[in-house]
């Protein structure tokens, strides 16, 4: 069975919006069975005092952020949030903030009766007893006080318990159409005429129905933007069909060049091979010179082939270095080593060189 507050006494001290008489200051109400009225001109603190009353009993918690403030919300509330308002609320009211503020209530719930006393700077719990029993308000988030009162209620859960005095308790002026709404009766249904634990059941069903509905919406979003993208991209590739078409004629002509350049290369180190590296020697033949009388020579039976000193410019046979004749084969230095005092030429190749006619040193002398 369920169970709602009944509220029985209300005290406010030291808040100047409700500063009392000198006699009786602040705001000592008792509150009979049956109808009360509050009633007075805009201003006077009506809406401020029903607050009260709601934040003695709930703390500073609020249910979470609707994403759609026009309906009651199609899955139950997991946990509750912090009141964003919690320091603001009360303290605006008034000039010194309501730094000394308190207020307390005693209130049933079924069987059980509840002294509760906060602060209105922040709604922080000063005290509380459960039949004259304190309840230890030292646990963060009031999580003794909380057990209490979802126990006493017969609900599963504070959320239950908050929705419930908010919305069934309360009328606020933020009020929604819950009793046409059909999300909303659907919630309260389960709040009021189901058991703790099949309501818990159902609320952790919800729970995992809602993210796989989240996530499917995801997947879902991301594959119609890669449909989009594959589709787009289809078109660009229709209307770029010549762009191809050159692309691949020319690839072709690429791989026929590429194809050459390997024929050649194979070409290449065939004649590199063939192709002794000897000196006097070109294609395998030695290289002939014209000599003195007319006859070609092999440049390896000259009397001039070989090196020589820098100093005589002659051979070991003092033998001039060139020949007398005006056309001659040459003997191309190529590589030349240097030592201390001295300079050596190496014959390592041959070209046709038109020569003049030198004399030499012993024909000058």
């Not at 912090?82 to 069987?111: C, H, M």
């Not at 504070?158 to 009766?185: G, P, Y």
């Not at 410019?313 to 590589?335: G, Q």
Request: with cysteine; hydrophobic share 40%.
């Amino acid at each position: 069975m369920i169970h709602f507050p009944v509220f029985e006494h209300l005290q406010v001290k030291n808040y100047r919006l409700f500063p009392g008489t000198e006699q009786q200051p602040g705001l000592d109400f008792v509150i009979m069975p049956g109808l009360s009225i509050i009633a007075g001109i805009n201003g006077l603190g009506k809406t401020t005092l029903i607050n009260v009353l709601f934040r003695l009993v709930v703390g500073p918690f609020e249910l979470p952020k609707l994403e759609n403030a026009a309906r009651f919300g199609s899955t139950a509330r997991v946990r509750e949030t912090p009141w964003p308002s919690r320091r603001e609320f009360f303290t605006r009211r008034v000039a010194d903030k309501a730094e000394q503020a308190t207020a307390s209530l005693t209130f049933a719930i079924g069987a059980q009766r509840f002294c509760i006393e906060r602060s209105l700077a922040d709604c922080r719990l000063l005290s509380a007893t459960v039949n004259g029993q304190p309840i230890d308000i030292t646990e963060g988030f009031e999580a003794a006080y909380k057990d209490q009162v979802v126990g006493s209620a017969g609900l599963g859960s504070f959320v239950d318990f908050l929705t419930t005095v908010k919305f069934l308790t309360f009328f606020n002026e933020d009020r929604r159409d819950i009793l046409w709404d059909d999300q909303a009766q659907r919630q309260f249904f389960r709040i009021l005429f189901s058991s703790p634990a099949i309501s818990q059941e159902w609320v952790q069903h919800e729970a995992e129905i809602g993210s796989a509905d989240s996530s499917a919406r995801n997947a879902s979003a991301f594959a119609s933007r890669l449909e989009k993208d594959i589709t787009g991209l289809e078109e660009a590739l229709e209307k770029n069909t010549g762009v191809t078409a050159e692309l691949a004629a020319t690839q072709k002509l690429l791989d026929a060049d590429l194809e050459r350049q390997a024929e050649l290369e194979v070409k290449a180190e065939d004649l590199k091979s063939s192709s002794p590296r000897s000196p006097g020697r070109w294609n395998g033949q030695s290289l002939p010179r014209m000599g003195p009388d007319g006859n070609s020579r092999s440049f390896a039976t000259q009397p001039w082939a070989g090196s020589f000193h820098p100093s005589t410019k002659r051979r070991a046979t003092s033998s001039p270095i060139y020949s007398p004749t005006p056309t001659v084969w040459r003997a191309v230095p190529m590589r030349r080593t240097r030592s201390r005092g001295s300079s050596t030429l190496s014959w390592t190749g041959f070209a046709p060189f038109a020569a003049r006619t030198l004399r030499s040193r012993s024909a000058r002398r």
